[in-house]
Every structure is written in structure tokens, then in C-alpha cells.
């Protein structure tokens, strides 16, 4: 059975240190993810999600172990941020959230070293999966609300329950990465009668994905 892992607790905080605020050795790892101001069918479809505008972007820099979130007004600091880490890991980032965020870039954002785990565990199995579907049978875990519901509160002006929402996905895509790369597989469903589930072999690793 799957470890149930709660969504918004991270491990307890170590004992505090003579320092201010102690960063980890290592690489630089940035898991990502975005919310839009717009749906597809705001802008005439997924192949314009160029103009879907930035509502809010999260980042959680494995360094400092802390999650950085960005309005729309601080998306070339948000930029900036990807830029200088050593991999950028998410979950259909190439495919969408690169395209909304490129507008705002200087920089070819396609340039930053970055892991998709969309773009592995499709070329693995010849189809796609969602986050929540390989989160929920992987980890236990399972996001509490979708990308319809983050529109409506952008247009409610709710900013703060969008933040939270983009930070749930942000563990997520960080919590599987991190189950894949340490066990090197994840699960998924089967689309059989009996829903049976599967490992999915995955060798995904930090030390071989930095260039």
C-alpha cells in the first residue's frame, strides 16, 4: 500500500543553527510550476497558451528548502530564478509552462537545463498521465482542487488560495521526483477492468541530469 504523505507538511524544521539561515551543499534544484490568468478556451486553445498570462509561479529551491512564489509583477525575478539553478524539474513544463511564462523572458527558456517528467513518462509508455494520477498512486497523495476552480479565484481576486494550490503541485511534482529517483519507479493505473496497478521503471537521476 502507498505511504500516505500529507501535502502541505514538510519534514519538521532541524534545531536551529548559529547562522541566520543555513543553505544545503549541493546542486541547485528548482521544482516548478504555474497558474494562468486565462483557460484555454479564453485564448482559442492549449496551442495559445502563450497568452494565458501568469497568475502566479512557485518555485521550491532545494538549497535553501524554501518555496518561492511570484505574481505576475515579479515574473522576470521568477525568470531569474529558473535560470540559475542547476535543473529545473516539472511536470509538463516544457510543453506548457515554458510557453507561458517564455513572453515574459529575456531568454530562451528552453535553454535551462530542465527534466519534464511528462516528456519521460510518456516516451516510457507511448501515452500520457496527470500529476494527480501518478501522485495519488505513487505517494497517497492527491491534490484538493484543479485549474478550473485556480481560474475562478483569479478572477475573484483570491491570490492567497492560489499561491496554496500552486505550492500543493509544487510538493507534489517535487515529492514524486524525489520517490522516483530514490526507488526508480513510480506507479500508475491500468486502464483494464480491474484497474490493475503498475510500476513504471524510471531512471530519472539529479546527478546524471545536470549538464
Given at each position: 500500500m502507498s505511504e500516505q504523505f500529507d501535502l502541505f507538511a514538510d519534514p519538521p524544521p532541524e534545531p536551529e543553527k548559529e547562522e541566520a539561515q543555513v543553505e544545503n551543499e549541493g546542486p541547485r534544484v528548482a521544482y516548478f510550476d504555474l497558474e494562468t490568468q486565462k483557460g484555454a478556451d479564453e485564448v482559442g486553445g492549449w496551442n495559445n497558451s502563450h497568452l494565458m498570462k501568469l497568475a502566479v509561479g512557485v518555485v521550491w529551491d532545494s538549497v535553501d528548502e524554501q518555496y518561492h512564489s511570484y505574481l505576475e509583477k515579479d515574473a522576470a525575478q521568477l525568470v531569474e530564478k529558473l535560470r540559475l539553478?542547476?535543473?529545473?524539474?516539472?511536470?509538463?513544463?516544457?510543453?506548457?509552462?515554458?510557453?507561458?511564462?517564455?513572453p515574459y523572458a529575456s531568454i530562451?527558456?528552453?535553454?535551462?537545463?530542465?527534466?519534464?517528467?511528462?516528456?519521460?513518462?510518456?516516451?516510457?509508455?507511448?501515452?500520457?498521465?496527470?500529476?494527480?494520477?501518478?501522485?495519488?498512486?505513487?505517494?497517497?497523495?492527491?491534490?484538493?482542487?484543479?485549474?478550473?476552480?485556480?481560474?475562478?479565484?483569479?478572477?475573484?481576486?483570491?491570490?492567497?488560495?492560489?499561491?496554496?494550490?500552486?505550492?500543493?503541485?509544487?510538493?507534489?511534482?517535487?515529492?514524486?521526483?524525489?520517490?522516483?529517483?530514490?526507488?526508480?519507479?513510480?506507479?500508475?493505473?491500468g486502464k483494464d477492468r480491474a484497474k490493475t496497478i503498475h510500476k513504471l521503471e524510471v531512471d530519472w537521476n539529479t546527478q546524471n541530469l545536470l549538464k
Amino acid at each position: 500500500m502507498s505511504e500516505q504523505f500529507d501535502l502541505f507538511a514538510d519534514p519538521p524544521p532541524e534545531p536551529e543553527k548559529e547562522e541566520a539561515q543555513v543553505e544545503n551543499e549541493g546542486p541547485r534544484v528548482a521544482y516548478f510550476d504555474l497558474e494562468t490568468q486565462k483557460g484555454a478556451d479564453e485564448v482559442g486553445g492549449w496551442n495559445n497558451s502563450h497568452l494565458m498570462k501568469l497568475a502566479v509561479g512557485v518555485v521550491w529551491d532545494s538549497v535553501d528548502e524554501q518555496y518561492h512564489s511570484y505574481l505576475e509583477k515579479d515574473a522576470a525575478q521568477l525568470v531569474e530564478k529558473l535560470r540559475l539553478a542547476d535543473l529545473v524539474v516539472g511536470f509538463n513544463v516544457i510543453g506548457f509552462d515554458y510557453a507561458v511564462l517564455q513572453p515574459y523572458a529575456s531568454i530562451d527558456l528552453m535553454e535551462i537545463n530542465t527534466f519534464d517528467m511528462l516528456v519521460h513518462v510518456h516516451k516510457k509508455l507511448g501515452f500520457r498521465l496527470g500529476l494527480n494520477h501518478l501522485a495519488q498512486h505513487t505517494l497517497g497523495a492527491e491534490k484538493n482542487a484543479d485549474g478550473l476552480i485556480s481560474l475562478q479565484w483569479y478572477k475573484e481576486g483570491k491570490m492567497d488560495k492560489i499561491i496554496e494550490y500552486c505550492i500543493q503541485d509544487v510538493k507534489i511534482t517535487r515529492d514524486l521526483y524525489l520517490f522516483g529517483e530514490k526507488h526508480q519507479y513510480i506507479n500508475y493505473q491500468g486502464k483494464d477492468r480491474a484497474k490493475t496497478i503498475h510500476k513504471l521503471e524510471v531512471d530519472w537521476n539529479t546527478q546524471n541530469l545536470l549538464k
